[in-house]
């Protein structure tokens, strides 16, 4: 059986290969012949082992489904980290720390195959793998969202000289997809990144916390009251705490957020 969420046989994001120079009424009629030679030049790859996928498989092999690292029980009530321990609620950040944000979740650990994925999309511009990963967090994130009935989708920033580095915002690309699955309302307008910042990946959290001092700000605009940030992976919350701080001061109510990938709680 293929992807639960996937319109098998399709090539994930031919959409935005068409779009920008055919319109719409061409596309039905276009796409059946441009398909073939698409897959000739640019063959689909799985996005976790990078195999080459057949016909029927519209996102990934049939083998890395079989074992994807989803987030299960038990996992922290507040961030959403996986947990050891079955009767812990609480993974040791969580209990030591009063986040700003109401909830998260993941739905991925971030290790072996997944962790791969993710880093060959962020600095190796796999962009062809964001459908996949829309629709893992439209799907496995459908139960978080419709228990917080957030009024919209928010992308946690990038800078936009990182941005111009990079290419493209991973972040965005993943609101776009989760807001075209669900439904809910992307706003790209309501949380900036104002200040440049170096990379945080091995930093300890008080270099943390110093680099993303003054890093956001609150677009000058109304705030609903309810939002859910999104990013591709959660780590040790300074990032959703930071965000959510400056939002919280702009008027936002209830927040909370959606990961593509979280690491193994401590406890």
Known sequence: MGFPLAETGRRPGLESVLKPVLEPVLEPVLEPVLEPVLDLLYPRRCPLCERLLCADEAYVCRDCEAVLPLVRHPMC????KPLRNEYAEFCADCGRVRHRYDEGRAIFIYEKNMRRSVDRMKFHNHREYIPFYGASLARWGRPYLRRWQPDCIIPVPMHPRKRAQRGYDQAALLSRELSVRTGIELREDLLLRTRYTRASRKLGRGSRRDNLRGA????????PPRLLLVDDIYTTGLTMDTASAVLRRAGAQEIYFLTLCTGVGQE
């Open 216 to 223: 956001f700000s609150a677009g000058d605009c109304a705030m």
């Open 77 to 80: 009530l507040c961030c959403g």
